[in-house]
């Protein structure tokens, strides 16, 4: 097993003698010698890159998709009608769409890989009992870095000397910074509560210390919530499926309009050319061509007014989701990151009361209280508890 992934998931209330020895390193750091050793074992300290399928795959898939597909077919038709500029158009509205959501697209992409930018560039490090400031790619697990007022934190890494305050809100959301300081045994087991751990991608408001890095690159915290970010499976949106099934409705209506129109033409006394040539102009009328660039326009349009916002999204038919929403179940992070829930107020049929206190520390008073009867009978079914994040 090699450094890194020893040092991935380290056990908090390991004492930090045995916690350094682990890492085979020292608070005076490593050597550079044994660094750039470890970075040839290991790999640099960055984010993992998704593997983008080709842009001709991708434009490909645009002229495939299940509308683009009755276009075309409108468009063969409309040629063999002899209406070669009717189907001339059509085709350059299908390859124009193609491009415009190939880029749309290209471009939310490019903004997931936003989230290596919470990495600082430099860092000061460690080496040969001296300090240097070195290319944050260039960390390796066992290294001693330098963190003050103003850093960013590189790598996920425990503490072994000093004192800072940190923003977490990149990982957690949680506004207001958190202290971080040297312990020798933490008894915390979660990264999120541990007072000596500092996380990649956060930021140091306050303080210095020095920390020893036990994870970098796609081990971090960071990058495992990247690598969520890239492998989760593509599934079909509701648009998508509502799109394609669309396409065969109109597929089916034109042919069956057509296919009518032949014989009714012919026993109405047209020759039979010119109740073909009619019939595949009432089946290229059914084809609404200006509706799939309606569609890519409209989207575009929500995935510019969300990424405003600071919203990533990675494909044009996931903003549609949103305006399929009809419930958001949500909660404060504090719930999230420190697994506790704080009763505010009791609201009962009577009236409402206020209601001190935080987690499940039997502490707090009840005040503003409207309602007559106590507020330990108000806990009923029927009743209403407003909680929120600890």
């Not at 404060?332 to 987690?359: D, N, P, Y």
Request: charged share 20%.
């Amino acid at each position: 097993m090699s450094t890194n992934q020893a040092g991935a998931e380290p056990d908090l209330r390991e004492p930090r003698p045995a916690f350094l020895r682990r890492l085979r390193t020292t608070e005076a750091g490593l050597s550079q010698r044994e660094a750039e050793r470890r970075l040839l074992a290991n790999g640099p300290n960055q984010l993992p890159q998704e593997v983008h399928e080709s842009w001709l795959a991708a434009v490909l898939a645009q002229l495939v998709h299940p509308l683009a597909l009755v276009l075309w077919a409108a468009a063969g038709l409309s040629l063999a009608a002899g209406t070669a500029a009717l189907s001339a158009a059509i085709v350059l509205v299908i390859v124009l769409n193609a491009v415009f959501s190939f880029t749309q697209e290209r471009q939310a992409q490019r903004a997931v890989a936003a989230l290596g930018a919470l990495l600082p560039r430099s860092v000061r490090v460690v080496r040969d009992g001296r300090a240097r400031e070195v290319d944050a790619r260039t960390l390796v697990v066992g290294d001693v870095v330098l963190v003050e007022e103003g850093d960013g934190i590189s790598a996920d890494a425990r503490i072994v000397d000093g004192a800072v305050d940190v923003d977490m809100s990149a990982l957690t959301g949680e506004s207001a910074p958190v202290s971080r300081f040297a312990i020798d045994r933490s008894l915390e087991t979660s990264w999120m509560a541990a007072p000596d751990v500092l996380l990649s991608g956060t930021l140091c408001t306050a303080g210095s210390a020095r920390a020893v890095i036990y994870a970098t690159g796609g081990l971090t915290e960071l990058g495992r919530i990247a690598a969520l970010s890239q492998h989760q499976h593509r599934a079909p949106s509701p648009l998508e499926r509502q799109v394609r099934s669309v396409a065969w409705l109109i597929a089916a209506v034109g042919v069956v309009v057509g296919g009518a129109f032949m014989p009714l033409g012919i026993v109405a006394g047209l020759p039979a050319r010119d109740a073909f040539l009619f019939a595949i102009g009432l089946l290229v009328a059914n084809v609404p061509e200006g509706l799939l660039p309606t569609i890519t326009l409209a989207l575009a349009a929500g995935v510019r007014s969300l990424a405003r916002r600071g919203s990533i999204v990675r494909r044009l038919s996931a903003v549609e989701v949103l305006g399929s929403t009809s419930v958001i179940c949500t909660d404060k992070t504090g719930t999230l990151t420190r697994s506790e829930m704080s009763i505010e107020r009791v609201m009962t049929a009577s009236g409402s009361a206020r209601v001190t206190g935080v987690g499940y520390a039997p502490e707090g008073q009840v005040q503003d209280a409207e309602a007559k009867k106590p507020v330990r009978g108000a806990l009923r079914a029927e009743d209403i508890v407003v909680l929120s994040g600890g």
